[in-house]
């Protein structure tokens, strides 16, 4: 079955950095694009970033573009998301997604993690 | 960027409800727009793509409609395991977006 486990939130300073990871099993990763999607402490989901199954192509959320690095290793399964010059208002679980479309440019996220929570304090 | 209206952003309601929600768009996305549900400590859950197409597993209780604009999910008939927040998203276009979210609750 599907799997996708989220990694390597925590505290982090305002400006601070941190790196997500996502670890996908149980389908072809090589095959599907991937998603991250936010969502802050009682709030709504927030999409975040999309990178297409072969990394070819890459966008993202305005509130995140130039501080946030979408990347992945399809030789590992695992997705990433760089974090840079982080803020408060990133404060948010963060849930990585898999693509419903095979070797598309983005459709609906069928499956999701259970989510990391990264929080931006000092 | 898209903009969404979803309303409403609460919905109260009984079990055996027939209730409405509503996402209209700034422009127009075909029918580029996908409906989620989650509950309380989970993740979202995917209920309609393309609008209107229900996914695997879905009660048919559920629809969606329209194009263009103007979207509505529909549940025919509320069960106990419907109340959830709900949301809508376009993936029309980069970057995407999702409504602010219909919290449906028991009345």
């Known amino acids: 079955q599907v799997q996708l486990v989220e990694s390597g939130g925590g505290v982090v300073q305002p400006g601070g950095s941190l790196r997500l990871s996502c670890a996908a099993s149980g389908f072809t990763f090589s095959s599907y694009g991937m998603h991250w999607v936010r969502q802050a402490p009682g709030k709504g989901l927030e999409w975040v970033a999309f990178?297409?199954?072969?990394?070819?192509?890459?966008y993202y959320a305005d509130s995140v573009k130039g501080r946030f690095t979408i990347s992945r290793d399809n030789s590992k399964n695992t997705l990433y998301l760089q974090m840079n010059s982080l803020r408060a208002e990133d404060t948010a679980v963060y849930y990585c997604?898999?693509?419903?479309?095979?070797?598309?440019?983005?459709?609906?996220?069928?499956?999701w993690g259970q989510g990391t929570l990264v929080t931006v304090s000092s | 960027v898209i903009w969404m209206t979803q309303s409403p952003s609460l919905l109260s309601a009984s079990t055996g409800d027939r209730v409405t929600i509503s996402c209209r768009m700034s422009?127009?996305?075909?029918?580029?727009l996908a409906w989620y549900q989650q509950k309380p400590g989970k993740a979202p859950e995917l209920l309609i793509y393309?609008?209107?197409t229900l996914q695997s597993g879905v009660p048919s209780r559920f629809s969606g409609s329209g194009s263009g604009t103007d979207f509505t999910l529909t549940i025919s008939c509320l069960q106990s395991e419907d109340f959830a927040t709900y949301y809508c998203q376009q993936y029309y276009s980069f970057p995407w977006t999702f409504g602010q979210g219909t919290k449906v609750e028991i009345k």
């Open positions: 422009q127009g996305i075909s029918s580029y």
């Open positions: 997604a898999k693509d419903s479309g095979t070797y598309s440019s983005g459709w609906p996220h069928d499956y």
């Open positions: 990178i297409r199954y072969d990394g070819s192509n890459k």
């Open positions: 393309a609008a209107s």
